[in-house]
């Protein structure tokens, strides 16, 4: 069974520092998703990684995966308050057409 | 091109009473997934089902709970006899064809008193 871990659960951190999140997952998965939710709000995708290698950036954030290591990480550069959230990582398994998510890691920047 | 729709957007039961959450895909979309979100946790899979069909339901408990998606209208997922410890809130997802990616709906806030 896949199971996905994720760390810090949460991270209280000051404008204008760097911070990672850190997302194992168990088994191998066919890709890694990352998402943000707003307390009370749906989840809005940020990032999905494909392969071994796969790094993708939009802004402050910037996500990687390792599939050897079995290892995604979420980077956070120069924090600013807006990016206060809860962030998931989820592994889907083709074969259960099912995402399986982490227990997510609260941010929180202090103005 | 409309989202995910989910009604309604919150819900409160009564103890012993039945929970009707609806879920309506994104136009074109014929596999919806519900998730189970408890407070300060992470999405939980429930089942998957395609127009008429459920296609894994491992993630549902065996009791009280179950979930159809009709040739015509939206996705339900049903709770029957509710209990405190239903309270959470349920994420429909769609997506065109299996394997591809996911859009989650708003969510329904179920709270059972």
């Known amino acids: 069974e896949l199971k996905v871990e994720q760390n810090p659960l949460f991270l209280s951190m000051q404008e204008g520092k760097n911070y990672t999140i850190y997302c194992n997952y168990s088994?191998?998965?066919?890709?890694l998703y990352w998402y943000r939710q707003d307390p009370g709000k749906s989840l809005e995708s940020l990032f999905v990684?494909?392969?071994?290698?796969a790094v993708k950036q939009e802004g402050r954030l910037m996500a990687s995966l390792d599939t050897k290591a079995r290892l995604s990480t979420l980077h956070i550069t120069a924090a600013v308050h807006d990016l206060s959230a809860t962030y998931f990582c989820?592994?889907?398994?083709?074969?259960?057409?099912?995402?399986?998510f982490g227990t997510g890691t609260q941010l929180k920047v202090e103005l | 091109n409309a989202g995910v729709m989910q009604n309604p957007r919150h819900l409160v039961r009564r103890r012993g009473q039945e929970a009707r959450l609806r879920c309506s895909p994104m136009?074109?979309?014929?596999?919806v997934y519900w998730y189970r979100q408890l407070p300060e946790e992470g999405l939980k899979f429930m089942v998957y089902l395609q127009k008429e069909n459920i296609i894994d339901e491992s993630g549902m408990p065996k009791e009280r709970f179950s979930a159809e998606f009709p040739k015509e209208g939206p996705s339900i997922l049903r709770i029957q006899q509710v209990v405190r410890g239903d309270s959470a809130a349920y994420f429909c997802?769609?997506?065109?064809?299996?394997?591809?990616?996911?859009?989650f709906g708003p969510g329904t806030r179920l709270t059972v008193t």
């Open positions: 997802a769609s997506s065109p064809q299996t394997g591809d990616e996911q859009y």
């Open positions: 989820a592994a889907f398994t083709g074969g259960g057409n099912k995402l399986t």
């Open positions: 990684l494909l392969s071994n290698g």
């Open positions: 136009k074109g979309h014929s596999h």
């Open positions: 088994t191998t998965s066919d890709r």
